[in-house]
């Protein structure tokens, strides 16, 4: 189909020609234009900056709470998509649509939202604060807004391949004598491996960024609650542009390698799926 | 046969108790939250949520940023994404998985740094930075002729005749009628002195670094919405068009878009929820003037800081609705956007 396309459908330069003009000007150049700014800065300073203390546990408290966070997805995501396809219930549709909640809300509102849920005065504070669990101004809270901002994102690549299932193999399952445990501990959580690990990725990829929720729950404490977003942004309320760039270039390396990731698990659970 | 049928269902007890927990945790994580927004701004009363809206002037102001910002990038992105789609769907070439992967480049880098690297192009000490606040405007006439002559050059690609590709005649229009395009708005821009001299152009710290960053952040939903949905219904209508002498235009127009028309609207709504609700790159571009570059987000953050909560929560609430509107839509579309896609690729 490919060659014939070209000769008979209109438009393939111009599309082509467009969409390389576009993505060039808004994302290409930029992102070259930032790495050209890290190698103006010089090696050892570069080093420096990105390997100050400052920055270690910036980068510790980043990769933390979003594995963290992504780790309790993968049981969440897995418990959701499974009622949502499994069980039938009163209202399921609306619960189903509740899952995009967290796509949809500005992480703004999403950070405001918990900030004031959980501090001593607020509805679920006052119970939990009493109990010694803080969960505002402390990584605690980090992992619990970075768990909502996640959550859609395992739900989603789990959902479709339970759907898509065969029974046939659970009931094989059941006739050779399994009990239910057995066969979901052996029989349909390995096909769902790819995809958790897909979600997983996701949601980690997707927490390693985040800024705007976990800007309000944190408290931005250096060497504390401070993220790697937030130590940017502090630099660059400094006007420090070249410390600010350095970091973020460590943060794009990840997201490079961690976009590289995803799609090859994309990939191979396709197959694996298939 | 009934010993098969419980072979994959699960006891009732089961079922009530994981039904119950993630009732718990979507209750904890999503439906607390919601509906603490709108019991927060409202508990002041009505007439005050009204006057927290509407009668402060930043916050009104942050509401009409934000309706100018998001559907300026909405629409930058819309072209991008039918251009891509349809490359992408219709063509094989070399380097089509890397421009696939490239789309969804913008996704994975954090919000903030895609801000900064605005801020490195045209802040003050950024690499155009300096040009733009001597001299802001010395090449817009530039960019403008250029934008008209690439204007002229895709509406004659888009009215050739199918069966004109040959004809050369056409091969030479197109270039010479763009090239005429760009002298053309050139002259007369420079001729009734259009743009100032002198002046400085603010693009970070103002709304056009707002609206780049925003179209940044949200560049591959609706490319991302399309390339599945194009593939789906496959290229038989399109060729039919062209093969019985649509040009590319009524092609477009007619075949092309009235299929994709749902999926391009559910992208839509999902890029224009993501445009109305950015916080880290416009954060980092914005400068935070009140009533002059604070979007809504923005102002949200502003008010939580001055202590101001029910100022925040009543922003935080349209955003709210926005988000719950956007949803209502996107399982609206969902049953028409993708079960035409669905039927056609099983069949």
């Known amino acids: 189909m490919s060659s014939v396309n070209r000769k008979v459908l209109p438009g393939f330069s111009l599309t082509l020609g467009y969409s390389m003009f576009y993505m060039s000007m808004l994302v290409l150049i930029p992102v070259a234009a930032t790495f050209a700014r890290g190698a103006s800065i010089g090696w050892n300073e570069f080093f420096k900056t990105v390997w100050s203390e400052r920055a270690r546990s910036a980068y510790a408290v980043t990769f933390g709470t979003s594995f963290v966070a992504a780790l309790i997805n993968v049981f969440l995501g897995l418990l959701i998509a499974w009622v949502l396809v499994r069980y039938k219930f009163p209202m399921k549709r609306i619960f189903d649509s509740l899952i995009d909640v967290p796509l949809a809300l500005p992480t703004s509102v999403a950070g405001l939202v918990y900030s004031t849920l959980y501090v001593e005065s607020g509805w679920l504070g006052q119970y939990l604060v009493p109990m010694g669990i803080q969960l505002v101004y402390t990584r605690l809270g980090i992992i619990l807004v970075l768990t909502f901002i996640g959550l859609p994102f395992i739900v989603r690549t789990v959902q479709p391949v339970l759907e898509d299932m065969d029974p046939d193999a659970e009931e094989a399952a059941g006739c050779l004598g399994a009990t239910r445990w057995q066969t979901f501990r052996h029989v349909i959580l390995p096909t769902l491996y790819p995809s958790l690990l897909t979600g997983f990725s996701l949601g980690f990829a997707r927490g390693l960024g985040e800024y705007g929720s976990v800007v309000f729950v944190s408290g931005n404490l250096p060497h504390k609650t401070e993220i790697a977003a937030v130590l940017i942004v502090a630099r660059l309320e400094e006007y420090a542009y070249g410390e600010a760039t350095a970091i973020a270039i460590v943060l794009l390396v990840f997201s490079f390698s961690m976009l590289i990731v995803i799609n090859t698990l994309e990939s191979w659970s396709k197959r694996h799926h298939a | 046969m009934p010993n098969v049928r419980r072979a994959h269902e699960d006891p009732a007890w089961v079922r009530g108790l994981l039904i119950a927990a993630a009732a718990g945790v979507i209750g904890i994580l999503v439906v607390v939250p919601v509906v603490f927004v709108f019991v927060e701004a409202l508990k002041p009363g009505l007439s005050v949520y009204w006057n927290n809206l509407f009668g402060d002037p930043d916050t009104w102001h942050s509401i009409k940023l934000t309706l100018t910002v998001a559907p300026v990038a909405v629409v930058a992105n819309v072209i991008f994404g039918i251009a891509a789609a349809w490359l992408i769907a219709r063509f094989r070439f070399p380097g089509r998985t890397v421009l696939t992967t490239l789309i969804d480049l913008p996704?994975?880098?954090?919000?903030?740094?895609?801000?900064?690297?605005?801020?490195?192009?045209?802040?003050?000490?950024?690499?155009?930075?300096?040009?733009?606040?001597?001299?802001?405007?010395?090449?817009?006439?530039?960019?403008?002729?250029?934008?008209?002559?690439?204007?002229?050059?895709?509406?004659?690609?888009?009215?050739?005749?199918?069966?004109?590709?040959?004809?050369?005649?056409?091969?030479?229009?197109?270039?010479?009628?763009?090239?005429?395009?760009?002298?053309?708005?050139?002259?007369?821009?420079?001729?009734?002195?259009?743009?100032?001299h002198g002046e400085s152009l603010k693009i970070i710290f103002a709304t056009p670094g707002l609206i780049l960053a925003t179209a940044f952040v949200t560049f591959p939903f609706v490319a991302r919405e399309l390339i599945p949905i194009m593939e789906a219904i496959g290229d038989d209508e399109d060729l039919a068009a062209?093969?019985?002498?649509?040009?590319?235009?009524?092609?477009?127009?007619?075949?092309?878009?009235?299929?994709?028309?749902?999926?391009?609207?559910?992208?839509?709504?999902?890029?224009?929820?993501?445009?109305?609700?950015?916080?880290?790159?416009?954060?980092?571009?914005?400068?935070?003037?009140?009533?002059?570059?604070?979007?809504?987000?923005?102002?949200?953050?502003?008010?939580?800081?001055?202590?101001?909560?029910?100022?925040?929560?009543?922003?935080?609430?349209?955003?709210?609705?926005?988000?719950?509107?956007?949803?209502v839509l996107k399982a609206g579309l969902e049953k028409k956007a993708l079960p035409k896609a669905s039927a056609k690729e099983a069949g």
């Open chain 2, 107 to 196: 996704f994975s880098v954090s919000p903030v740094v895609a801000g900064l690297m605005l801020v490195l192009i045209f802040g003050l000490s950024g690499y155009l930075g300096p040009a733009l606040q001597e001299d802001g405007y010395r090449y817009a006439p530039h960019v403008v002729s250029f934008a008209g002559a690439l204007l002229t050059f895709v509406l004659l690609s888009m009215f050739r005749p199918s069966r004109s590709r040959k004809s050369i005649v056409w091969k030479l229009l197109r270039p010479a009628a763009a090239g005429a395009a760009f002298i053309v708005l050139f002259g007369l821009q420079v001729h009734y002195e259009v743009w100032p």
């Open chain 2, 242 to 327: 062209v093969s019985l002498g649509a040009n590319g235009l009524q092609m477009f127009w007619r075949v092309t878009l009235p299929n994709i028309k749902w999926g391009l609207l559910y992208g839509v709504i999902l890029c224009n929820a993501r445009a109305m609700g950015e916080f880290g790159a416009v954060y980092v571009v914005s400068g935070h003037v009140a009533g002059q570059t604070d979007t809504m987000p923005l102002r949200v953050e502003k008010l939580f800081q001055e202590y101001n909560l029910p100022g925040a929560f009543a922003v935080a609430s349209l955003l709210t609705l926005l988000a719950l509107v956007t949803l």
